[in-house]
């Protein structure tokens, strides 16, 4: 094999590895832990006063998503959580029909600086 020809080999496997890495980094597992929702790295999940529960639509767009991720789903969603698509065509995760979310200004696990945030923002307790 030339140079040329491992380069392109080299290019496609680097290439094939971060798009599946991508894909993984955006779905999102969660989990009960010490009673709250949070995702995979332990960050935790929060819900917004104003999305309405089973509407399949969430409240926060545009500059609030900057603040507020939303939680995208994995492959394997089952009840008590669904997805909803946003508006700008995205899946997002919910749990009893609330979207989910993170908060920006958490940075660590088990951070939980968006509860109760502007009393509209609130830890996904179960």
């Not at 508006?87 to 940075?107: C, I, R």
């Amino acid at each position: 094999m030339n140079t040329a020809t491992r380069l392109t080999a080299c290019l496609i496997s680097c290439l094939s590895a971060t798009l599946l890495l991508g894909g993984a980094a955006r779905a999102d597992e969660v989990m009960k832990k010490d009673g709250i929702l949070v995702n995979a790295a332990g960050m935790t999940v929060y819900t917004f006063d104003k999305d309405t529960a089973g509407s399949g639509a969430s409240a926060c767009n545009g500059p609030c998503s900057d603040n507020w991720p939303a939680v995208a789903p994995s492959a394997n969603v089952a009840a008590p959580y669904s997805v909803i698509t946003r508006e700008d065509g995205a899946k997002q995760l919910a749990y009893q029909g609330k979207p989910l979310y993170l908060f920006k200004k958490d940075s660590k696990p088990g951070d939980r600086n968006g509860d109760n945030f502007k009393d509209i923002w609130h830890v996904v307790k179960n």
